[in-house]
């Protein structure tokens, strides 16, 4: 507002449970005429899927298991939802100190609609020095390594894994 320029950095992409949509939210609210510029980053999903595989080659979506905005029973119905539709289901905000079962919980409502062996991947620090990722199934998964930097890839009815690799077929005939 008094001319100057500013930057505000987020990890991964600034649309996807970042920044965007509250400087979007001040701006809008309160009727500022400045100039707000939204530059693409690489969302963590998008990350470790690159990592694990082929994992989101068929229909996916995201949910956050971070209860802090959002009421836990409101995210409880969009993992049935989600399970139940069979998307391959990316999990952010997976687990922290305060939430330690949050994730164990969203498997346990999973396992109403997925098998226990559905291919689970877990990519920790993406992309960065510590960068850790592993392959599991639903029914195996262990919670205690998963943190906040890790995101967790449940796949659908059609995923699999071939030589260390997570693949959801989009559907061609090969």
Known sequence: ??????????SGDAGIYGMAGLV???VSKQKLDVEVRLIPGMTA???????????????????SLSDLLTPWPVIEKRIVAAGEADFVICFYNPRSRGR?????????LLAASKSAQTPVGVVKS???KKEEKWLTTLGDMDFEPVD??????????????QDGLMITPRGYTL
């Not at 906040?148 to 894994?161: A, D, P, Q, R």
């Open 45 to 63: 999903s998008i990350a470790a899927a690159s990592l694990l595989g082929a994992p989101l080659m068929h229909d996916f979506c995201h949910i």
């Open 100 to 108: 330690e079962g949050h994730l164990a919980r969203a498997f346990d």
């Open 24 to 26: 979007l939210e001040l």
């Open 148 to 161: 906040m930097t890790s995101l967790v890839i449940v796949g659908n009815k059609t995923t699999y894994v």
């Open 1 to 10: 507002q008094a001319g100057h320029n500013v930057a505000l950095i987020s």
């Open 126 to 128: 993406a992309g960065r």
